[in-house]
């Protein structure tokens, strides 16, 4: 913190002052922190501090900066703006959700959905968290169309519920993504639960797996699709 960074510019103050002798013969800083008072005061002394707090400032923003920078695409990043596109963009949405087979259907206004919780599978798919970060490697994606390119990641590590993701871009838009898709399982002493999620921006997105208790060795099938209108 600041108040840290000059409580250690002060102490180096006073631990670096030279002697009386030394001082008098060339101008520089106090010996005692009992004259600290007096070096704020003067004109060198001033500049030194104000110089020295401009460094810290510095090495802050630096800090901060490195720990925001991503090496993978941001995906909650992403939704975050998607939900916020939907919200003024988009009208109607059309849901059809399935479970082990029985079906309903029904519109919503995109106004009544809780987004946060319809998306919560892509905004918890952070893998530049330091959990995932060393674990993923992005792997060569095969074109199935010329006006689109994918980028695709995939997990190392067998114990990660993320297993695969895949983001595309629209050739002419490359700095926004035109589709994302997951690949998710979870497994505890209960159950082991498979989901793959994928969303299409201004179309629709589909949410489906399924889900085996193992005490039981029951299988549940679950899928929600929705597709948007203007």
Excluded at 53 to 66: E, H, M, S
Excluded at 145 to 170: A, C, P, R
């Amino acid at each position: 913190s600041m108040s840290s960074y000059k409580n250690k510019i002060i102490k180096r103050i006073t631990r670096e002052s030279p002697n009386p002798e030394q001082r008098a013969s060339s101008k520089t800083f106090p010996s005692n922190k009992n004259n600290l008072s007096k070096l704020l005061k003067t004109q060198s002394g001033t500049k030194y501090l104000h110089a020295a707090f401009i460094v810290c400032i510095c090495l802050l923003f630096a800090c901060g900066n490195k720990s925001q920078e991503k090496k993978f695409f941001d995906v909650p990043g992403y939704f975050k703006g998607e939900i916020e596109y939907i919200k003024t963009h988009l009208s109607i949405v059309s849901k059809t959700s399935v479970y082990n087979g029985d079906t309903s259907q029904k519109e919503y206004k995109v106004i009544d959905i809780n987004w946060e919780k319809e998306f919560a599978i892509f905004l918890e798919a952070d893998i530049n968290k330091p959990v995932y970060y060393a674990n993923f490697k992005e792997a060569p994606v095969a074109a199935l169309d010329t006006n689109y390119h994918s980028i695709k990641y995939i997990s190392e590590s067998g114990k990660q519920h993320i297993k695969e993701l895949e983001i595309g871009f629209m050739e002419l838009v490359r700095e926004e993504a035109a589709f994302v898709s997951i690949k998710v399982e979870k497994s505890n002493l209960i159950s082991v639960t498979s989901i793959n999620a994928f969303y299409a921006k201004d179309e629709k997105y589909v949410i489906e797996g399924n889900q085996k208790i193992k005490q039981l060795g029951e299988k549940n099938s679950f899928k929600v699709e929705g597709v948007f209108s203007k």
